[in-house]
């Protein structure tokens, strides 16, 4: 009886276990919205730091009159440029040895920072145009080689790298605004 009794208790359960389940999709598809925000302003804006690092001359890392050690002997000038490469940094080399130039023009008023990050002659001076035309060609290959690197457009980084300039620009400078030119 025994048996029986579990024999009848073990259909009982394959009969319960073989049971069917339907599964079906539902009628409408699913809606997943996954919003990610990628932020390179911040990315680019390390970028701006370290080239403007070069720039200021804030990159060099003084060191005491007659101190030596072992990484001078065999390395002067170490830039952190994270992929910017060569280019970059003999860009940023040539604005630092104009800038000084182009401050003296900018606090005169014969220059001013435009709002994509170039600089513009702003009074008829046959040497400001020479120095422009040297400073904005050496941004421009900066600007592109930080949107290459970040994956963004050039337009994107003259945007942010023109705030950077207008702020770091000496009083006086003329400034472009969307409201047009003023003094810094």
């Known amino acids: 009886m025994r048996v029986r009794l579990l024999l009848i208790g073990v259909c009982i359960l394959f009969a319960v276990g073989c049971a069917k389940v339907r599964v079906e999709a539902p009628k409408e598809a699913f809606k997943v919205d996954i919003s990610m925000r990628l932020d390179i302003y911040q990315h680019v804006g390390k970028d701006i730091d370290s080239i403007e690092n070069i720039v200021s001359g804030a990159a060099k890392k003084q060191s005491a009159p007659g101190a030596k050690n072992l990484l001078n002997m065999f390395v002067q ?16 080399l040539r604005r630092r040895d104009r800038k000084p130039s182009l401050s003296k023009y900018e606090s005169s008023g014969v220059v001013g920072e435009n709002k994509s990050g170039l600089v513009e002659v702003r009074a008829a ?10 400073e904005n060609s050496d941004r421009m290959v900066i600007y592109r080689a930080v949107a290459q690197k970040n994956n963004t457009s050039v337009e994107e980084v003259q945007k942010l790298y ?23």
């Open 162 to 184: 023109a705030k950077r300039l207008q702020t770091d620009a000496p009083a006086g400078t003329l400034i472009e605004t969307d409201a047009g030119w003023a003094l810094k």
């Open 125 to 134: 001076n046959a040497d400001a145009l020479v120095l422009v035309r040297d």
């Open 77 to 92: 000038d170490a830039y952190a440029q994270e992929g910017l490469g060569a280019e970059v940094e003999q860009a940023a």
